[in-house]
């Protein structure tokens, strides 16, 4: 039997990314009280994040904070918190410092972790990119795998630390593997002198037949020449089988490197498994037709901690899809106020595009399919778009202006010159 609804109801959302951020936007003249519920104070356009990750843009450029993206919507308050559990049936969420907060509707948008398909030890060795934190982490081992290189007496060792591994062909592993030659072998050519960063050596590895899986097989196949026509050794079917700190072993291959990045596979939020609903394989939520939990009509899980199907299709975990299963969510939970039937979530694919580097990329929309310069520039333009506040806007305009006519990286700096473990000899 569904619970009377107070006269001014209580929405919680747990998670400030796209699918939480647009679901509070979509209930702004709702006659609701909001509260959203993040354990960072910003929001994070991790499209970009993989520029982080190779010194193009800087942190600031592609976060925006929570509270100001919200600063004028007077029915929304913002709590820098973690939940750590959750009680359904009193409709409760406890946070980190064992408050609770309750609630008439939640919606949960905690997104997705890195997986290691039960391999926790390879995350020291092979940080995925998911948070600010890891993007900077990860520019700080392309950085300092150079800077030891320099100090380097051996050949060999000289030659592994120009060596980058990247598990995992799809956007984010293409991406991170299309713009680490370009760096190595343009921006920094000059700055070093006893070794010649154009050796760099790129290995993308992907154990499925074909990178970009999700991508028409056309685009794909567009997109592999594309790494290779930029030098990227690309390893097929292949599925890595040991990382060291020195090392990765592919099939019965051994690879001598020392920096190696994650861009594998994904794993819902822990926060899925304390709701006692159904998972799939991957940890997600599987959710019904109006993304609420079996058995609790007021409960919403959305974005990566879903498994959300439309048209007979599970809806892929992209950004895109996070903001309409959002903006649903909060559409359901209004219609629930003014006694209407619920609808169910249908996803509209807008398109999807991935870059590979300078004048390179792929577009699928549809019946339309683009690659080269024009789905590069349709790239730029886009992502242009869905950052969040003028200054981000013009900040990474500017940003890339400066990296097309110098070859230039901005942000090259190194916070924490410690090398990790393998890469000091």
Known sequence: MTAPIPPRPHV?????????????????RAPVDVTVIDRTNHHLFQPLLYQVATASLSPGDITAPIRWILRR???????????????????????DDEKEVSYDFLILAT?????????????RLAPGLKSVEDGAELRRRFL?????????EDPARQRALLTFVIVGGGPTGVELAGALPDIARKAMVRDFRRIDTRTTRVILVEAGPRVLPAFPESLSTHALRDLEALGVEVRLGQAVTDIGADHVKVGGERIDACTVFWAAGNEASPLARLTGAELDRSGRILVRPDLSLPGHDEVFAIGDLAHVTSAGRTVPAVAPAAMQEGRSAADNIVRTLRRQERRPFRYVNKGDLATIGRHRAVADFGRLRFTG???WWLWLTIHIMYLIGFRN????????????????????LITDPAPPAGMRA
């Open 12 to 28: 919680v959302i747990v998670g400030g990314g796209f699918g939480g951020l647009f679901a509070a936007r979509a209930l702004k």
């Open 73 to 95: 919507q007077e029915n929304a308050a913002v709590l820098l918190a973690e939940v750590t559990g959750l009680d359904l049936s009193r409709r409760t969420v406890r946070l």
């Open 111 to 123: 997104g997705a972790r890195h997986s290691y398909f039960n391999h926790p030890e390879w995350e």
């Open 144 to 152: 300092l795998a150079f800077e030891e290189a320099e100090r380097s």
């Open 373 to 375: 310069r024009l789905a």
């Open 393 to 412: 806007r013009v900040t990474v305009l500017i940003e890339w202006a400066y990296a097309y006519f110098t070859y230039q990286r901005g942000v090259r």
